[in-house]
């Protein structure tokens, strides 16, 4: 018997030392895997890689996220009027979570469905700002729309009003340091997330992005959403190919879990935040006559909580009427998967809205590989083909949640995210009648037309499936 050749010792021994590395990281297991097969087979692509979006990579970080959390939270104690018992036991557990930001408070809620209402919103409620404007987004493109909204924040800094903007530096990469020198030389501070002096970005943090879209004018009006600042979301630029997205306006004591969000990202991203009780106490909040309660869910992969994760198993697994998911990225674990089966084998009513193609096709390939068990379940799924899907939003029986995160492991566990959960009937029934009306130009997917897929089409869609951790 020949004796094997040092290649395939070295082999060997490479395959070895990469799956005990990763075992030893303790991540889920398809995660796990996924990253064992990419550095054991491809292993000049699979280093290059890791060293920029690697699970270990943010590990050092979490002390300086622990630091500015600790800060914000000691330096905004302020009384609050509110005095709300939590709805459910799902609320309690993810105020006890999330801390501060996901205490359950009384606001108003207007849901947007289309960017150029919302910005029309958004743009009011700069120009009446008297004390401070927050900005936090992960997209904010130099083009008309981005640059009139800094147009109009650079009106409001000359005013005297005090302006933040919070950009991520990877999904904002195009907005470069000449496009806010106006707003810098106004007065007004902007900072980006996870920023590298030299390269403008760290290389080796291209994953745990600012994914959030927060707006707070005066502590008093917020907004949260899908949208980013860009002319695709708005059909006053892109007209009919505007992409289809869902947005909230909140009023009133709610207001104050966003800011803490935004602060706590604020210092993170600059190392030093003002002393936050002005931005709490002393403003007069909004009542309106029949406030909802509501409750602002961050997550990010500094906790190790995974607070949006668990807010979508728990309310999937306690419906009993309707789930209605609208997402464009739908690449579920097993636990989601099992949530929204179980559901619908339960006789509860689940129905899914997906991108067909969307802006990435490899994502819905993944997501294809999903629907045959929950088809199977009895779960109903649609496809919407144009235009491009963006919208992030849950309905649980008469539960909203409405906010930034997809249902993929990168918003999860990868990505700060937040979103905001309405106990409130009255938005949980105005974001059913959307879905209805976005079902008009969807179509249904059936088994049958899964199981007539092409070779080449499945046989992407399942290694897209096998990497689905990493997209």
């Not at 205490?103 to 008297?130: K, M, P, Y």
């Not at 002005?278 to 029949?290: G, I, L, N």
């Not at 899907?389 to 539960?399: E, F, P, Q, S």
Request: hydrophobic share 45%.
């Amino acid at each position: 018997m020949p004796e094997p050749s040092w290649m395939v010792i070295v082999e060997v021994a490479w395959v070895l030392l990469v799956a005990g590395f990763m075992v030893l990281q303790r991540r889920s297991a398809p995660a796990t895997l996924a990253w064992i097969l990419t550095l054991a087979f491809l292993p000049l692509v699979g280093i290059a890689v890791y060293s920029l979006i690697g699970p270990r990579r943010f590990d050092h970080e979490k002390k300086h996220r622990i630091a500015a959390i600790a800060k914000v939270r000691r330096s905004s104690a302020v009384t609050e009027t509110d005095e709300l018992v939590a709805p459910s036991q799902l609320a309690r557990m993810l105020a006890r979570a999330v801390g501060r930001a996901g205490r359950i408070r009384s606001g108003q809620v207007r849901a947007f469905f289309d960017g150029r209402a919302l910005f029309d919103a958004l743009e009011e409620a700069i120009a009446g700002a008297q004390h401070h404007i927050h900005l936090e987004y992960y997209i904010w493109e130099p083009d008309r729309l981005g640059t009139r909204l800094r147009d109009r924040l650079v009106e409001r800094a000359r005013a005297g009003v005090e302006v933040r903007v919070l950009v991520d530096a990877v999904g904002s990469w195009n907005a470069r340091r000449s496009f806010w020198r106006p707003l810098r030389e106004a007065g007004a501070e902007v900072r980006c997330f996870n920023e590298n002096t030299l390269f403008r970005i760290r290389t080796h943090m291209l994953n745990f992005r600012s994914h959030r879209k927060i707006a707070v004018i005066d502590g008093e009006i917020g907004f949260t959403g899908g949208m980013n600042v860009s002319e695709v979301h708005t059909s006053e630029f892109s007209g009919e190919r505007a992409w289809r997205d869902t947005h909230a306006e909140l009023r009133g004591e709610v207001v104050r879990g966003l800011s803490f969000v935004f602060f706590e990202d604020w210092h993170y991203a600059g190392g030093d935040a003002p002393e936050l009780a002005a931005y709490f106490s002393d403003r007069s909040p909004v009542h309106a006559e029949k406030p909802s309660a509501i409750q602002i869910v961050s997550s990010g992969p500094d906790e190790g909580v995974d607070a949006i994760h668990k807010l979508f198993i728990s309310s999937i697994t306690g419906a009993t009427s309707r789930v209605q998911l609208t997402t464009p990225y739908f690449v579920p674990d097993e636990p989601i998967l099992t949530a929204l089966t179980i559901a619908s084998l339960g006789g509860v009513d689940v129905s899914l809205l997906v991108p067909r193609a969307g802006d990435q096709p490899l994502v819905a390939a993944a997501a294809r590989t999903y629907y045959p068990d929950l088809l199977k379940a009895g779960a109903k799924i649609y496809e919407l083909d144009h235009p491009v899907l963006h919208a992030k939003t849950l309905v649980v029986d008469d539960v909203a949640v409405v906010g930034t995160a997809n249902t993929d492991n990168r918003s999860f566990r990868l990505n700060f995210e937040v979103v905001a959960v309405v106990y409130d009937h009255r938005l949980a029934d105005t974001l059913a009648k959307q879905f209805e009306a976005d079902l008009a130009t969807a179509e249904p997917v059936a088994l049958e037309s899964l199981r007539r897929l092409g070779l080449l089409e499945r046989l992407i869609g399942s290694v897209a499936r096998l990497f689905s951790p990493l997209l």
